[in-house]
């Protein structure tokens, strides 16, 4: 893995280079770190395509984001990762080139329910939607320029593990557990993408970020009981704010530094907090025939199955 370049201060979003002329489209956009992912790029003049399954929360965050920056070039389009079909239209609907796309949505830790495709729904919103995703607008990217795949995992997915024999909990099933193993499917993905793009020496980059231990409405929306009481009291005393969580994703969507393959999280102990670095995943994860496994099992699980060309000869 790259080495992290060396700095002199902390990268902030004041770093963000000059973002005119780029397309980002930001799952999970009408709040928490994807509002801030999506608004800090359109400050520096990207064209922003705000995702989000609830339209009417959709509609008033453009508005919030036109009020904080009224010369913001953005849109609004429905997509709800939890529903392939939904996915698809969204890709379908997509004829521009992309730069950058930010697998930035997901759910957290809620009591066991499925997806309209019958996965369960962490597994099936934070990993397969993605992945998804991300293979219908892979020609979409490949015309992008400098484009990048960034998508957001945690710190959990240290604790995490692909339960091949039981993948969607219908024989056990914990909100934390599952949680994990979605946050580790992203790893996964994550670095095998990039292992797949250098392998057919495609132009895009794919990247993993995550944002430590980051105050969002993520720790309300889905845990329940005493697991939300637990969440809230955490949330006051020890998270950092999005405003400095979302800084993960803004570099490894944004910095030129930044390269294929790496791993971006917070600098500070135990990577709950701080400006941006680069960090491991846990060795696990690293393994390519987990994720090569895995990848075969989402491309049949979604009916996504992604081209990547043979590397083309070298010229004598």
């Not at 070039?73 to 969204?90: G, I, Q, T």
Request: aromatic share 6%; with cysteine.
């Amino acid at each position: 893995m790259t080495t992290a370049p060396t700095r002199t201060r902390r990268w902030t979003a004041d770093d963000i280079p000059d973002q005119t002329g780029r397309t980002v489209v930001v799952t999970g956009a009408n709040s928490g770190l994807g509002y801030v992912t999506a608004r800090e790029l359109a400050r520096r003049g990207a064209h922003v395509i705000l995702t989000v399954r609830n339209t009417d929360k959709g509609t008033a965050a453009l508005g919030r984001l036109r009020g904080e920056l009224p010369e913001a070039s953005a849109e609004l389009r429905s997509l709800d990762l939890a529903d392939l079909d939904s996915v698809r239209a969204f890709a379908d609907g997509l004829d521009t080139p992309v730069d950058v796309l930010v697998n930035n949505a997901g759910i957290m830790m809620p009591p066991r329910s499925l997806t309209k495709q019958g996965f369960e729904s962490q597994f099936g919103t934070n990993h397969l939607g993605h992945f998804a995703l991300t293979g219908l607008l892979l020609d979409r990217l490949r015309a992008g320029r400098d484009p990048r795949v960034v998508t957001v995992s945690s710190t959990l997915h240290k604790n995490g593990a692909i339960h091949f024999d039981d993948l969607h909990g219908d024989r056990s099933y914990s909100p934390r557990g599952f949680y994990a193993q979605s946050k580790y499917a992203n790893v996964l993905f994550g670095l095998e993408l990039d292992r797949r793009l250098r392998a057919s020496a495609a132009p895009v980059s794919s990247l993993l970020a995550h944002p430590g231990y980051s105050a969002t409405n993520l720790q309300s929306s889905g845990p329940t009981g005493l697991l939300k009481s637990i969440l809230k009291v955490t949330n006051r005393l020890v998270a950092q704010d999005v405003e400095t969580g979302a800084l993960n994703q803004l570099y490894a969507a944004a910095c030129p530094d930044a390269r294929s393959g790496q791993f971006i999280g917070p600098d500070g102990r135990n990577e709950s907090k701080g400006h941006p670095t680069l960090v491991r995943p846990t060795e696990s994860a690293e393994n390519p025939e987990t994720a090569r496994r895995l990848w075969d099992l989402s491309e049949t699980l979604t009916g996504v199955t992604y081209d990547f060309p043979s590397r083309p000869p070298r010229q004598a």
